[in-house]
């Protein structure tokens, strides 16, 4: 590794990623006059909380991107305010009581607020429960209310919401990483993004690394040169700020088998690296060693995936199907997004073996890849196309009741190395026609996993949409030849 060329490389790449003190500013600006709106709305409205507070990026933790537009703004709320709902009998009772109390708090509190902080596009969005979204000046904001938990009641009884780690996950950072620390952070996220691994929008698997995972990162290996050197080893060498061994850590009940560990320095029971999906690790692992090898500062410019030429859409065509939706309903990307995933997985099952159980297009990989509102599935099968009949193994020869059974079925079959053998005729010899009459034909798939919502924009082999023809680039030029080296064919 050249030393010299890789800190030249890193200075120019912080001169490109490093917010400028305008933005910085800019940012301030706009949480300020957000906190001010939810505090003034809350008096007049006789909302109670304990704080209010800029999480992410770009508030406390300052570890954002230039350019980086997403302001969260966290309200914390006391549990002492809620026992009616918290002391309620059961866990789903609590849920769906919570559910219903943020969407009255967000309806009659976070939107007049938002309001009079001058936002638009203002709408209430739901992921695990209801929050705010918004636009101002440039910026996506969202404003979530959560539970303030001291630390140790948080380590002895967990969250009560999904976001109630969030300020303590801040206040890590804030303590703890330094002001250059910040700068690596930024380093790390610029090249994850360039890579599309970063986040839950992510190009390879369901989903990359998340933010507070590359802050963890940089802790734990202090600059960004040191994590990519030993990214290679974390699948093996899991991080944990609480002394705990490896054999221990990969026997917890909760997270021994993830193929990623990087437990939270705010509870030893959960693993941050979780939803980390081992195709991103793979693919930046990948990229990481060339860059080593050779730094470049093209390593930290993200660009658009560029559709296949014409030349390699002729190659590959036969073995990709790609699926295109739009979202006409609004539905949040993820929820969305898990969905399409659940096809894919019942659709793949179905390219890789006949109904019988014998072998159809091999194996099948699949991705999904989306540029809100269009979302696309990819598919790539081994085989092409297949021959119109396959030889069905049957019973013994030796096994009279089975092979009569197998006859009365199959009249034409024949007994050879001692099984009996019947030449079934394929139902379907072209990977697109299975996944065409599975989806269109037979809506029994699409109606099961609710896509009812979304508008079906059809399938082929290399896109109909850009986003279709990128996610036909993800799977040949990104999981292919890095992941799947096996799979790729020769021409």
């Known amino acids: 590794m050249d030393i010299k060329k890789l800190r030249k490389v890193k200075n120019l790449a912080l001169r490109m990623v490093k917010p400028t003190k305008y933005e910085i500013e800019e940012q301030k600006e706009v949480i300020n006059g957000l906190k001010k709106s939810i505090e003034k709305i809350a008096k007049k409205a006789g909302y109670k909380f304990l704080f209010i507070e800029a999480e992410g990026s770009t508030g406390i933790k300052q570890t954002q991107l230039r350019g980086a537009s997403d302001i969260d703004i966290f309200v914390a709320l006391s549990p002492n305010d809620y026992q009616n709902i918290l002391r309620l009998p059961t866990k789903k009772m609590i849920k769906e009581k919570l559910h219903k109390e943020f969407e009255i708090i967000v309806e009659k509190w976070f939107k007049p607020a938002a309001k009079d902080a001058g936002c638009t596009d203002i709408k209430i969005t739901y992921a695990e429960h209801p929050y705010l979204s918004a636009k101002i000046r440039g910026f996506d904001v969202d404003i979530v209310a959560g539970f303030w938990l001291e630390p140790q009641e948080l380590l002895r009884h967990g969250p009560i919401t999904a976001v109630d780690r969030t300020p303590h996950h801040t206040q890590f950072v804030h303590k703890n990483l330094s002001m250059e620390q910040r700068d ?256 269109i034909k037979d809506e029994g798939v699409l109606s099961q996993i609710s896509l009812r919502d979304t508008k079906f924009l059809g399938v082929s082999n290399i896109g109909l949409t850009i986003v279709g023809k990128r996610v036909a680039t993800v799977i040949v030029k990104m999981l292919l030849p890095v992941i799947y080296p096996e799979l790729c064919f020769s021409t």
């Open 184 to 439: 690596e952070v930024r380093l790390l996220k610029a090249f994850l993004k360039a890579c599309h691994v970063y986040g839950d929008k992510c190009a390879i698997g369901r989903s990359g690394f998340t933010g507070f995972s590359v802050e963890l990162l940089i802790f734990f290996y202090k600059t960004f040169e040191n994590t990519l050197i030993n990214l290679k080893n974390l699948p093996q060498q899991p991080i944990d700020f609480f002394g705990r061994k490896k054999e221990e850590l990969r026997k917890h009940p909760k997270f021994g088998r993830d193929f990623l560990i990087i437990i939270d320095p705010t509870d030893p029971n959960r693993n941050v690296a979780a939803s980390i999906d081992k195709r991103a690790y793979l693919y930046v692992n990948h990229v990481s060693q060339k860059f080593l090898e050779e730094p470049s500062i093209d390593y930290f410019i993200e660009k658009p995936i560029e559709p296949l030429s014409l030349e390699e859409e002729e190659k590959y065509k036969g073995h990709l199907v790609v699926v295109e939706f739009e979202n006409t309903k609004n539905m949040h990307y993820v929820i969305l997004r898990d969905k399409l995933y659940k096809l894919a997985s019942h659709v793949a099952f179905l390219l890789e073996k006949e109904e019988t159980g014998e072998e159809r297009f091999g194996k099948a990989i699949y991705e999904v890849y989306f540029e809100d509102p269009i979302y696309a599935v990819g598919f790539y099968c081994m085989k092409s196309e297949l021959e119109p009949y396959f030889l069905r193994k049957g019973p013994p020869s030796n096994i009279v009741d089975y092979v009569r059974d197998f006859l009365k079925k199959h009249p034409d079959a024949f007994e050879k190395n001692g099984f009996y053998w019947a030449k079934i005729k394929r139902k379907y010899t072209k990977p697109l026609d299975l996944v065409f009459d599975c989806l």
